[in-house]
T-cell receptor, first 113, second 115 residues
Framework: GQQLNQSPQSMFIQEGEDVSMNCTSSSIFNTWLWYKQDPGEGPVLLIA?????ELTSNGRLTAQFGITRKDSFLNISASIPSDVGIYFCAGMNYGGSQGNLIFGKGTKLSVKP | GAGVSQSPSNKVTEKGKDVELRCDPI?????LYWYRQSLGQGLEFLIY????????KSGLPSDRFSAERTGGSVSTLTIQRTQQEDSAVYLC?????????????FGPGTRLTVT
């Protein structure tokens, strides 16, 4: 099925560094969401975005809904070891018959202690 | 309140056998979704239930896959005559109505291994 282009696929950074990842789509979305998945668990919702240009923070996490409606990015400031995991973007269109989210393939984040 | 729960957490089955996976959504959530996640991959949509409406089955990969949602709550995903390529983690999610519809909350998943 359709998937978003999420990059980078993986990151290996020093603790304390800032992290940035993004998602792009050929389709316009009306909703963007960012999830984090830890090993053996289901994805956990981090941030939901509903308006183009919207910038939303959740602690050290900040996400933006791109003006074109075709992209979104997630920033993590001052990364810590517990930030390790896989981050997924997800987008949804209005008007489609499906209520499903379309997911990116994830960005795997590894942090050196 | 409790989150989305799924059972079993792990299931190993022989090729050709049928399996049933269960999902208990968050109480009061009207929408329920099933996804499949293969190793190192993103989530693949399978099926979506919303209230009393007919389910959106457009993501089911074959007619061996089916799902029911009884009483608008618990859902069962059934895979008949399992194949090795069915091995994956099956995730269930639920969401509420209104703008909350788009915020899906996931269960821990069922890891299915077909030998």
């Amino acid at each position: 099925g359709q998937q978003l282009n999420q990059s980078p696929q993986s990151m290996f950074i020093q603790e304390g560094e800032d992290v940035s990842m993004n998602c792009t789509s050929s389709s316009i979305f009306n909703t963007w969401l960012w999830y984090k998945q830890d090993p053996g668990e289901g994805p956990v919702l981090l941030i939901a975005l509903y308006k183009a240009g919207e910038l939303t923070s959740n602690g050290r996490l900040t996400a933006q809904f791109g003006i074109t409606r075709k992209d979104s990015f997630l920033n993590i400031s001052a990364s810590i070891p517990s930030d390790v995991g896989i981050y997924f973007c997800a987008g949804m269109n209005y008007g489609g018959s499906q209520g499903n989210l379309i997911f990116g393939k994830g960005t795997k984040l590894s942090v050196k202690p | 309140g409790a989150g989305v729960s799924q059972s079993p957490s792990n299931k190993v089955t022989e090729k050709g056998k049928d399996v049933e996976l269960r999902c208990d959504p968050i109480s009061g959530h009207t929408a329920l979704y099933w996804y499949r996640q293969s190793l190192g991959q993103g989530l693949e949509f399978l099926i979506y239930f919303q209230g009393n409406s007919a389910p959106d089955k457009s993501g089911l990969p074959s007619d061996r896959f089916s799902a029911e949602r009884t009483g608008g709550s618990v859902s069962t995903l059934t895979i008949q005559r399992t194949q090795q390529e069915d091995s994956a983690v099956y995730l269930c999610a639920s969401s509420s109505s209104g703008t909350g519809l788009y915020e899906q909350y996931f269960g821990p998943g069922t890891r299915l291994t077909v030998t």
